[in-house]
């Protein structure tokens, strides 16, 4: 073989130069992204697993738990967006059941007037149910919506378009579209507060403490005491969703 | 190698025997697959597919969102007095910024942002005013009939709630049994009659329990065919009636009904 060796030179480096453009490019942003990670590395690794549990016989329908979800992450005030609200079940003593939760029981609830006929009465407080095996971030097509590390299920606005799909699949009714934004909104758990070690805006506003969130990973949190001391159901269990919601002492109407 | 491919006047691709319309598909396939990685480079946003099958930034973006909600830990390290006469009241589970509202900015600057005081009775009925759906033993009022117009603040300290002297009724705590009593048959029955309760109960309600009858014999005292009561009060053998239930698993003593 009898190549120059001006010709060798000039391939090695042409071979060269990428590597070392590339090298340049991938080491600068090595250190700063290092000291991120150590910074974001719970997150990333999935050190918690979040969930929530619901005491329905110690809610009293005050509605502040709505209140302090919209104040927390603005969440438009009209009625029909929710990331989290209270229902009112009525079981009338001729077995019907009512429910109704006006304005999603931000200003509180009104006194029946006729009361007498009323067997049993109680509040749900709902909210995205975080599913282990969510049915919305299987249907969206773009990989927008999904379930962090952490087990909360979360919607990324800047890359959804607002397709709706999510919303059609959600059997909760936990999501709806922002008109603002165009893009699905749901409840994150308050991600922003609990990455920091703070609780939730509705469990921070809950005056009964019916509302306890914690780490499922933990066996000392307030979460895994409640729920080894109650008696513990999910909502729409049929569904295989495996909500990370959980209710105790709740009624067989609810829905 | 080139050198006698060259000299036999053959192109060293030729060698491969590709006939030349294969050639040129296998290089507009080449030109397709590298549009493609280009393309895909460009559309697929960065950081993706870096934690699954999402933005690894999506999670950043959602853990920067501002806080608006400090705490009531927050509020505590400025205004420890009131934490205090709080923590050991019955509102000690009601965290501050619930009334207040959200004060993660006042946190920041105590000066520029005050937080609410919410002197009306609407903000104290949130949770104290009467709905039959709340669960029993909440401490609730009628606010038509618990001295209209007043503001609850005159007789109560929200950080300390009492009730402003010991109730005189059953009915101030035990509002929805006392509507129920009133409308049944057992009217004209006094809570003293079935429950024996200490005096220091009105106080200190959950330490002095009242009592309640254990045995069928109490309600016999009434209903039992010889019981020395009105005629007009239904009769019922008592040692036999209702099998092994006790008479109040089948019949609500504070709204009985017969059949």
Same mark, same amino acid.
């Given at each position: ?28 942003? +090595? ?52 990331? @989290? ?13 009512? +429910? ?80 603002? @934004?165009? +893009? ?23 005056? @009964? ?24 159901? +999910? ?21 | ?113 005050? *937080? ?18 709340? *669960? ?11 001295? *209209? ?40 029955? #006094? ?19 009242? #009592?309640? *009858? ?46």
């Amino acid at each position: 073989m009898e190549e120059t060796p001006a010709r060798r030179e000039f391939l090695v480096e042409l071979l060269k130069l990428p590597c070392s453009a590339a090298l340049v490019s991938v080491l600068g942003p +090595v250190t700063d992204a290092e000291a991120s990670a150590a910074k974001e590395g719970a997150e990333a690794v999935g050190e918690h697993y979040y969930g929530m549990g619901i005491q329905v016989d110690k809610c009293i329908g005050c509605g502040r738990c709505v209140e302090a979800c919209k104040s927390e992450n603005d969440v438009l005030r009209e009625p029909f967006y929710f990331r @989290t609200w209270v229902e009112r079940y009525v079981v009338h003593s001729d077995g019907k059941v009512t +429910v109704d939760s006006p304005n999603g029981g931000i200003q509180g609830f009104e006194a029946p007037e006729e009361e007498r006929d009323i067997l049993r009465s109680f509040f749900v407080p709902k909210l995205c149910n975080h599913c282990d095996r969510p049915p919305c971030v299987q249907v969206c097509p773009v990989g927008a919506t999904f379930k962090s590390r952490d087990g909360v299920v979360l919607v990324d606005a800047d890359y959804c378009i607002g397709c709706r799909y999510c919303i059609q699949a959600c059997p909760y009714g936990a999501r709806y579209l922002d008109p603002r @934004t165009k +893009v699905a909104d749901k409840c994150t758990f308050c991600y922003h507060r609990i990455t920091k070690g703070l609780l939730p805006a509705c469990v921070e506003a809950c005056p @009964t403490q019916a509302r306890i969130f914690g780490d499922l990973k933990a066996m000392s949190s307030p979460l895994r005491r409640m729920m080894r001391m109650s008696s513990l159901q +999910v909502l729409k269990p049929a569904l295989n969703t495996e909500p990370k919601v959980f209710y105790s002492t709740l009624d067989k109407e609810v829905r | 190698m080139r050198r006698i491919l060259r000299r036999r006047g053959v192109s060293p691709l030729r060698l491969w025997k590709l006939p030349d319309q294969v050639l040129r598909l296998g290089i507009l396939f080449a030109i397709g697959a590298v549009a493609l990685l280009s393309v895909r480079q460009r559309l697929v946003p960065k950081s993706f597919g870096e934690l699954g099958h999402y933005r690894a930034d999506a999670v950043k973006a959602a853990a920067g969102q501002p806080i608006r909600y400090a705490g009531a830990e927050a509020c505590a390290e400025c205004h420890g007095d009131v934490a205090e006469l709080k923590g050991g009241s019955y509102h000690r589970g009601v965290s501050c910024e619930i009334c207040h509202g959200p004060a993660a900015a006042h946190v920041q600057d105590a000066g520029e942002n005050k *937080p609410v005081v919410p002197r009306e009775r609407k903000a104290c009925l949130y949770c104290h005013g009467y709905l039959p759906s709340r *669960p029993t033993g909440f401490p609730q009022v009628i606010e038509k009939a618990h001295n *209209p117009m007043e503001p609850c603040m005159g007789c109560h300290n929200p950080h300390d709630p009492k009730p402003p002297r010991i109730p005189s009724s059953c009915s101030a705590c035990h509002g929805m049994i006392a509507r129920t009593k009133a409308v049944s048959p057992h009217r004209t029955l #006094k809570c003293e009659t079935c429950h024996a309760a200490d005096p220091r109960h009105r106080q200190y309600p959950t330490s002095f329990i009242p #009592k309640k *009858p254990t045995d069928r014999s109490f309600c016999g005292g009434c209903h039992a065919p010889n019981a020395p009561s009105s005629k007009h009060i239904p009769r019922v053998d008592v040692g036999s009636h209702g099998g092994r239930y006790l008479c109040w698993q089948c019949h609500y003593p504070h709204h009985p009904e017969a059949r």
